[in-house]
């Protein structure tokens, strides 16, 4: 599957979870304080891969943890007193409980970036400016559990303009169109 050309989307094909990382290493190189990335897909998909990939090109010098039991983990960047906020909504019932993570604190904090695993159970806080990633499985395991293991599709969708001129650079800088 090829990047598709159009203003505000982007589709593209991993091969392999190190594949993931780096992709979300070029995009997290590009974000920006304020900014707000949205993951939604199965459990297995990708997502925590993708961020993990995210902190590292944002420039955390530490390894991403899911914080699926934790719900919100705080990363310092090492150049400046920017925050990297990694939310998993998971384990929540919905917008309300979501409210209690202090989620509208640092939503669209022009000190912090935003990620959100699991953002669609709290759809009603995203704000309009956003970038959304949906991560599937490109094709299930054949019967031998070979096959398709490690493809994930991921479909970029930017709202917003300060958004959709972050997908302009990230797909300049990935893959140079």
Same mark, same amino acid.
């Given at each position: 599957?090829?990047?598709?050309?159009?203003?505000?989307?982007?589709?593209?094909?991993?091969?392999?979870?190190?594949?993931?990382?780096?992709? $979300?290493?070029?995009?997290?190189?590009?974000?920006?304080?304020?900014?707000?990335?949205?993951?939604?897909?199965?459990?297995? #998909?990708?997502?925590?891969?993708?961020?993990?990939?995210? $902190?590292? $090109?944002?420039?955390?010098?530490?390894?991403?943890?899911?914080?699926?039991?934790?719900?919100?983990?705080?990363?310092?960047?090492?150049? @400046? @007193?920017?925050?990297?906020?990694?939310? @998993?909504?998971?384990?929540?019932?919905?917008?309300? !409980?979501?409210?209690?993570?202090?989620?509208?604190?640092? /939503?669209?904090?022009?000190?912090?970036?935003?990620?959100?695993?699991?953002?669609?159970?709290?759809? #009603? /806080?995203?704000?309009? !400016?956003?970038?959304?990633?949906?991560?599937?499985?490109? @094709?299930?395991?054949?019967?031998? $559990?070979?096959?398709?293991?490690?493809?994930?599709?991921?479909?970029?969708?930017?709202?917003?303009?300060?958004?959709?001129?972050?997908?302009?650079?990230?797909?300049?800088?990935?893959?140079?169109?």
């Amino acid at each position: 599957m090829a990047p598709i050309l159009d203003g505000h989307t982007l589709e593209f094909l991993s091969r392999s979870p190190a594949q993931t990382r780096r992709l $979300g290493a070029r995009l997290g190189a590009l974000l920006q304080g304020g900014d707000v990335v949205c993951l939604e897909g199965e459990l297995g #998909s990708g997502k925590t891969c993708l961020t993990q990939g995210i $902190g590292r $090109g944002w420039g955390t010098g530490q390894t991403l943890v899911s914080p699926t039991f934790v719900l919100v983990r705080e990363y310092a960047r090492l150049e @400046d @007193d920017t925050t990297l906020y990694h939310v @998993d909504l998971y384990r929540i019932s919905g917008a309300e !409980e979501a409210l209690t993570l202090g989620m509208d604190e640092f /939503l669209g904090d022009v000190r912090g970036v935003c990620v959100i695993e699991w953002a669609e159970r709290a759809r #009603s /806080l995203i704000p309009s !400016e956003c970038l959304w990633v949906k991560l599937a499985f490109a @094709d299930r395991p054949g019967r031998s $559990g070979q096959a398709g293991q490690n493809r994930r599709a991921l479909y970029f969708e930017a709202q917003g303009e300060r958004h959709v001129a972050l997908l302009q650079e990230f797909r300049q800088a990935a893959f140079g169109v």
